[in-house]
């Protein structure tokens, strides 16, 4: 498979994590036939989780000002990507980085947005969350499927695919910096008729979560409540 493939890492005080997780990154990588860029966007990190990626030559570190959210990060680096297929991965890899042709072999067949699912498929979840945090997790998903979009059974999967021309359609509109962005971004694609799958993947629940599931969780109730009003 020849091909351009971007993939954004945001990271927010991931200094503890981020090395282990470049390694990964570029050893996979490198063994792959096609061409590759790494953007890792530091969402105005106060600890050195920039200075660790500006060490990689192979990455291309960007720095928010300040800490904006998660879904502003995503947004810088989709928008500054180059690849014609650009998927965006979690900090932690909790989603294995090997995980990557389960989304390319849809991307590079005619489908424009791939999202990976922790929900198709339990038997993938190597590692589970806390009971309350997976209960949380699909009442959360039954609000979603209820207010905004049908038919997507895992939102917030922090692993989704795009193709270039899909990136360009949805993120210079995306307008929601928190963690509501991944429900806003299907809600866009949907909206304009872009071509979307979901497919299980592998994933582990890291403990260290940056997630609070009372705070976050409110946060991203109101964020998706007010996704409608937002793309009129």
């Known amino acids: ?3 351009y493939l971007s993939l954004i ?7 503890e994590r981020i090395s282990a997780s470049l390694e990964k990154v570029i050893a996979y990588l490198q063994k792959q036939n096609f061409t590759f860029e790494i953007i890792v966007v530091d969402d105005g990190s106060t600890d050195k989780t920039f200075e660790i990626a500006n060490r ?8 928010l000002e ?12 989709m928008l500054n990507a ?19 042709p389960k989304l390319m072999k849809y991307l590079t067949s005619g489908i424009d947005v791939c999202v990976g699912s922790r ?3 339990s038997s993938l979840i190597k590692l589970h969350q806390p009971f309350y945090r997976e209960f949380m997790g699909k009442t959360f998903n039954k609000i979603v499927q ?8 895992d939102t917030q999967c922090g692993f989704k695919g795009f193709t270039q021309s899909a990136v360009k359609k949805i993120f210079p509109n995306q307008k929601i910096n928190g963690f509501g962005f991944d429900v806003e971004i299907i809600y866009i694609a949907k909206k304009n008729g872009l071509k979307i799958i979901e497919t299980p993947v592998v994933w582990y629940n890291d403990n260290r979560s940056k997630v609070d599931p009372i705070k976050d969780s409110v946060k991203m109730l109101m964020e998706i409540i007010e996704i409608r009003s937002l793309h009129k």
């Open 56 to 63: 990689y030559d192979l990455v291309k570190p960007i720095r």
């Open 9 to 15: 890492i945001p990271a927010y005080n991931e200094e």
């Open 66 to 77: 300040k800490n904006s959210g998660k879904g502003a990060a995503v947004r810088e680096g």
């Open 1 to 3: 498979m020849s091909c």
């Open 119 to 121: 929900a198709l498929d």
């Open 146 to 153: 209820l207010l905004v979009v049908k038919g997507i059974s």
């Open 82 to 100: 180059s690849g014609e297929y650009v998927i965006f991965s979690d900090a932690d890899l909790s989603t294995p980085i090997e995980e990557i």
